[in-house]
C-alpha cells in the first residue's frame, strides 16, 4: 500500500541575503547555528518520515524548528532545495484561514476566489455553498464587503471556507482557536470530524494532549533535524523534558539527527523520478 | 553516517523540468485557473468601481480626461498643424492606458498577495496574468468613447480597418503579458522595480509616437540612423502607428513590421516564461 505521505531526505534552504524584512532575517539568525556557506541556512534538513495511511503524525518542536516550514512543503508552497516528497491524495492545509480575501468583495464572492485559489473546481464550490455559508453563520452579512465583517465573523468565514472540503491529507498548524466560545466549540468538533475523515494528518501543535490523544506517531524537530521519533508519549516525554531545561535558561544537550524517522527503513533503490510529485 | 547521508541525498536530489516541460506546465496552470484569473480580473473591476459616485463611468472618462490635458497642451496651447488631433492622440492614449496599467499592477501583484502565497499551493502566473487581462477591459471600455467620437465628430475618418483593432490588439496583449512577467518575478527580489517603474512607463511613452506621430520626427530618425534604429525598436512605435492607421487614417497597417513585433514579443514572452518560473520557487521564501 503506498504511503499517504512520503518524505525522504528533505532538505529546505533559506537565502539570508534574499530575505529583505529584518524581523524574518533576525528570526532566521537566532536559528543560523547550522548555517551552512555564507548567506545560507538550512531551514530543514535531512527529514525523512512516512505516514501509512490511516496514522497522524504529531510535529512538535521548539520555536523556529522548521515545524511551519514542514507544513509548507508538504501543501506544497515551499518547494524542497534536497530530497523529495510525496503526498498521495487531495491536500488541505488548516494553514488557510482567510488568507485570500479581498477586503471589497462580499462573502459570497470571496467564497468562490478562495476556492479557486485553493484549486477546488468551480462546481464542487457552488455545491459547498450553502454548507460553507451556514456554518459560518454570517446571516446577511455574506452579501456585504468583507471590510465591514468584525474579526470574528471574518475568522468564522474563513474557518468554514478552509474546513468546507475533506481532504485525503489534512495538514493542522496549531488546533485553531477562533471566535466566541460557542463556535470555538463548534470548530473544534469540526476539526475532529474532519480528522476521523482524513487518511492521515499531520498536525503541528504545542498543546501535548492534542499530541497524545489524536496521533500515533510523533516527530520531535529541533533546528531543522528531526531528533526524536515514535510513539507520542515518548517523544512528548523528551521535548518535555527539553523545554524545561531551556525554561531554566539552559541549553539541553544537542540530540543527534535521526535520518530515517524509524516508521519504516528507507530504500534507496527508488529513484528521485519516482518520487517527485 | 554522513557520507552515507550525502549518498541519500544525491539520490533524491530534486530535477527541474526541462524547456519545453516549463512553457507546458505554465500553460496547462493558465488554462486549469482560468476561473481564478477570471476571478482576480473581475475583483479587481469592482474595485476599482467601488466608492466612486460615477463607478464605472469612470473607465469611459478616465481616457477622455487624459485626451482632453494633451488637446490642452499640444493642440491648443502649442498649435500643432496635426489634423484632428484629439482622435489621433486618443489612438494612442487607449492602448497605452492598458500597458501602463497592466505593467503596474504587475509590478504589485506578487508582493502585495503575501499572506495567500505563504499559505496556498496556487501557480503564481496566475497573478501577472491576470494583471495583463485587466487592462484589456479598461481598453475594451475605452473603445466606447472611441467609437462615439468616430461617428459624432470624426465620421470622415471612419472605415472597416477598424474592425482590423483585434489584430493589433493581439500583438500588445503578447508584449504586456512578457513585460508583466518580468516586472511581477523581479520585483520581488528588488522592490527597486516599483519606485523605477513609473518613471520608465512616463519616458517610455513621451520616447514613443503618442504624442506626436512618425512624420513629426521623421527628419531626426533619418538623419540620425541611430536614433532612427532605437526609435523603431520600441514596439509601442509600430503599435501605435498601427493603432492609427486603422482608427485615424484608416488603411492597412505596416503588416510586415507588426509581424516582426508579434515575433518578437513572443520570443520575450519565452523568455520571461523561463525566468518567472525559475524565480518563482523562492517568491514564498522572499516576500
Partial sequence: ?????????LGVRYNLRLTRKNTVRESFRNLARRRQGPGHFWALRDVSFRVPPGESLAVIGPNGAGKSTLLQVLAGILQPDEGAIQVNGRISSLLTLGAGFDAELSGRDNILLAGAFMGIPHGDMMARMPGIIEFADLGQFIDAPIKTYSSGMNARLGFSIATAVEPDVLLLDEVLGTGDATFRAKSQARVVELMKAARAIVLVTHDMSWAREFCNHAILLEGGNVVAAGEPDAVVRVHEERSEVRRAGGQPDRLPPIADSGLEPVAVTQGAAALTR | ???????????????????????????????????????????????????????????????????????????????????????????????????????????????????????VNFPKVVLPMAAATGGVASFTFGLIPLLAMLVLLYRDHVSVWVLALPAVALVQFVFTLAVALLAAAITVFYRDVGNVANHVLRIWFYLSPALYGAEQVADLTKSQPAIGTLYHLNPFATLFESYRDLIYVGQAPDWTALGLVLLASLALLVVAVLIFRRLEPAFAKVI
Fill in chain 1, 1 to 9: 500500500m503506498t504511503d499517504a505521505i512520503d518524505v525522504r531526505v
Fill in chain 2, 1 to 119: 553516517m554522513t557520507q552515507t547521508n550525502e549518498a541519500i541525498r544525491d539520490a533524491y536530489r530534486p530535477v527541474r523540468p526541462g524547456f519545453l516541460q516549463t512553457l507546458r506546465d505554465t500553460a496547462g496552470e493558465i488554462s486549469t485557473r482560468r476561473r481564478l484569473i477570471l476571478y482576480l480580473v473581475r475583483a479587481d473591476l469592482k474595485k476599482r468601481g467601488a466608492d466612486t459616485v460615477l463607478g464605472n463611468v469612470w473607465w469611459i472618462l478616465d481616457p477622455l480626461l487624459t485626451m482632453l490635458v494633451y488637446v490642452l497642451l499640444i493642440s491648443i496651447i502649442l498649435k500643432t498643424e496635426i489634423d484632428a488631433y484629439p482622435l489621433f492622440v486618443f489612438c494612442a492614449i487607449l492602448p497605452w492606458k492598458w500597458f501602463s496599467s497592466s505593467v503596474a499592477d504587475a509590478v504589485t501583484c506578487i508582493t502585495t498577495r503575501e499572506r495567500i502565497i505563504k499559505q
